[in-house]
């Protein structure tokens, strides 16, 4: 079955940059699309940042845009997702989730059936 696996959470200062991935396998990698997306204290889940199958597409929350990065490697079964410029409100868990042939129109959580356990991001300010 399908298994997505976080990895790169931790405690950073304010400004400071982290890099999450996530591993994929028990599926065709290629043929989803991959999103981020997380979960802070007493809140909703909400959406962080989607990229096509082919990686030619992104697009990302406006509180994120212009600080964290998403990429994939589909020689990896891996994305990733880089944020730089943490602040305390980035304080949350991450979860990444599969979309098979999906595009950055789908960022809904219904959009996506496979998720990962998800990884702690604390930002200290």
């Known amino acids: 079955q399908v298994q997505l696996v976080e990895s790169g959470g931790g405690l950073v200062q304010a400004g400071g940059s982290l890099r999450l991935s996530c591993a994929a396998s028990?599926?065709?990698?290629?043929?989803?699309?991959m999103g981020w997306f997380r979960q802070a204290p007493g809140k909703e889940r909400e959406f962080v940042a989607v990229?096509?199958?082919?990686?030619?597409?992104?697009y990302y929350a406006d509180s994120v845009k212009g600080r964290f990065t998403i990429s994939r490697d589909n020689a990896l079964n891996t994305v990733y997702l880089q944020m730089n410029n943490l602040k305390p409100e980035d304080t949350a868990v991450y979860y990444c989730?599969?979309?098979?042939?999906?595009?950055?129109?789908?960022?809904?959580?219904?959009?996506?059936?496979?998720w990962g356990q998800g990884a702690q991001v604390t930002v200290s300010s």
């Open positions: 028990g599926l065709t990698f290629s043929a989803y699309s």
């Open positions: 990229i096509t199958w082919s990686g030619t597409s992104t």
């Open positions: 989730a599969a979309n098979r042939l999906g595009s950055t129109r789908e960022r809904t959580e219904a959009d996506f059936r496979s």
